[in-house]
């Protein structure tokens, strides 16, 4: 089973921007479909992106389409995520989620919050 463990998060003021990396350990990081979901205080968790393993097709929930990218770097076992044009609504804990054919894997969570 993959290890995730997720880095980058912070404080952006609105309209900034922040990267957040996700590095997995473990498995074979190609073999799996990567996201992205964060959770805000008091709400379920939620959607953000998602990229397959072939790097071929990313998805992305409606309120971040055009803001947020999804990457992936194979040979370096990590996954991206760029947030732009940053506002208080993106403010949340964001997970990197791992799904393969036979286990799926959690990160710790990274605090992304963004400032007026």
């Known amino acids: 089973q993959v290890q995730l463990v997720e880095s980058g998060g912070g404080l952006a003021q609105a309209g900034g921007s922040l990267r957040l990396s996700c590095a997995a350990s473990?498995?074979?990081?190609?073999?799996?479909?990567m996201g992205w979901f964060r959770q805000a205080p008091g709400k379920e968790r939620e959607f953000v992106a998602a990229i397959r393993s072939n790097i071929r097709s990313t998805y992305y929930a409606d309120d971040v389409k055009g803001r947020f990218t999804i990457s992936r770097d194979n040979a370096k076992n990590t996954v991206y995520l760029q947030m732009d044009s940053l506002t208080l609504e993106d403010s949340a804990v964001y997970y990197c989620?791992?799904?393969?054919?036979?286990?799926?894997?959690w990160g710790q969570g990274t605090q992304g919050t963004g400032s007026s």
């Open positions: 989620y791992a799904r393969g054919a036979d286990d799926n894997s």
């Open positions: 473990g498995g074979t990081f190609s073999d799996y479909h």
